[in-house]
Every structure is written in structure tokens, then in C-alpha cells.
């Protein structure tokens, strides 16, 4: 199996179920579907040494937190989302609270030496796997027609809601794997559990097993 790169924690914890070393950069990130399809559609041109860190608000249920998390501007193509990377003054190093959230004064410098860390293990082609999780119709749409028009010759395979099945169609290079709605409007983690049992040509095998903490 390629090196799965996910717009969501979905590929991450794919990684975690069957014990892989994280062997992409993109690894908790959350990349926005506009911006995923621009790293599709550049993948094999994008300089992935040219990236900018900084920090954000973070945005929780549709309110700006007052936390901030990292931001990685990747060749000034794509920018990824670090939500569980997150700026706190009271830990001088980073530390894991619970959860997946890590936090830290020198959170940024932690995202920056993992990102590349990891990058210097992305040797092999990518396989995308996009959570495609929107309720709107009508971005829904745009979000769909805009995936189905990447020319790729890697492949990409998009996690969406049962209930639009009649509302999109496959291509080559693109599958389309359609999945309850209570399940996709779930954790990350059920999905990925879902995903791991139901879809198992999208298992991470790579040739030695690895502890997925770094």
C-alpha cells in the first residue's frame, strides 16, 4: 500500500490501527477541500522543503477559540491545519493532554521538526483518501465536481455520505466509497475504524511496523 494522505485525522488514525509509521508530512492536519485538491493537482511539482509556520485561532464550533493552533503554508499551494498542535504558555515543552491535542510554548518548532521528520520518509507514491463531510448541497456539489475533475494519475478515493449516492459518479483514478451518515458524522476515529474493517485494500502495509509516535 502507498503512503495514505488524508484531509482529515482519518489517515492518521489508520496509521495508528495497523501500527505504521507516519511516512507523510500530513499526518493531523486538517487541509481544507480547496486546498486538497490544489495538492492533488500539484503533487508532483510541489517543493515540499518550502513551507511557512505560524498560528491561528482556532475555530470550534463555528467560534473563534481563543487557543491557537499551528498553520503550515506548504509552496504557497496548500495550507494545513494543526489542530491539535496548540499554543500554551503554561508548558515550556510539549506535552499530550489527553486525546491527540499536544500543547506547548514551542508548539510551532514541534510541528516543524515532525513535519519533517516525516517528509523524509515520504518515499513512496501517495494514495488520497478525502472525508468528504458536507451537508450542504450546494458546496457539497462544487466540493464534489471539483474532486472529480483533478487529473491524477494517483489514486484517490473520497469518504461520503450514503444518502448522495445518486448525486455523483466514478472516474478513473477516483472512487467514490459511500458510507453511513451516522458513522461519517462521527469521530474521526470511528470512521477510521469503519474505513480499516470495511475497505481493507486502504490498510497502511509498509514492510516493518513501527510506533506511530512521531
Not at 489527553?98 to 501517495?126: Q, T, V, W
Request: net charge positive.
Amino acid at each position: 500500500m502507498q503512503n495514505l494522505i488524508s484531509n482529515s485525522c482519518v489517515g492518521a488514525f489508520l496509521y495508528y490501527r495497523n501500527k505504521q509509521v507516519f511516512d507523510n508530512p500530513f499526518m493531523w492536519t486538517k487541509i481544507e477541500i480547496e486546498d486538497y485538491i490544489s495538492l492533488i493537482k500539484n503533487f508532483d511539482t510541489i517543493d515540499f522543503n518550502n513551507i511557512d509556520f505560524s498560528f491561528e485561532h482556532m475555530i470550534v464550533h463555528g467560534k473563534v477559540s481563543p487557543y491557537k493552533s499551528v498553520v503550515g503554508y506548504l509552496d504557497n499551494k496548500v495550507k494545513l491545519h494543526y489542530m491539535h498542535y496548540i499554543k500554551s504558555k503554561s508548558y515550556d515543552n510539549p506535552t499530550r493532554l489527553g486525546g491527540m491535542n499536544i500543547y506547548g510554548n514551542n508548539i510551532m518548532e514541534y510541528a516543524r521538526e515532525k513535519y519533517f521528520i516525516r517528509l523524509s520518509r515520504m518515499n513512496r507514491s501517495p494514495t488520497f483518501l478525502c472525508n468528504l463531510k458536507v451537508r450542504d448541497d450546494e458546496k457539497y456539489q462544487r466540493y464534489i465536481t471539483g474532486l472529480l475533475e483533478i487529473e491524477t494519475n494517483h489514486p484517490l478515493y473520497i469518504l461520503t455520505y450514503k444518502s448522495k449516492r445518486n448525486k455523483v459518479y466514478h472516474k478513473k483514478h477516483i472512487h467514490i466509497l459511500y458510507v453511513n451518515d451516522d458513522i461519517l458524522n462521527s469521530g474521526m476515529a470511528v470512521v477510521a475504524r469503519y474505513v480499516h474493517k470495511y475497505y481493507p485494500f486502504l490498510r497502511i502495509n509498509q514492510s516493518e511496523k513501527i510506533k506511530t509516535n512521531t
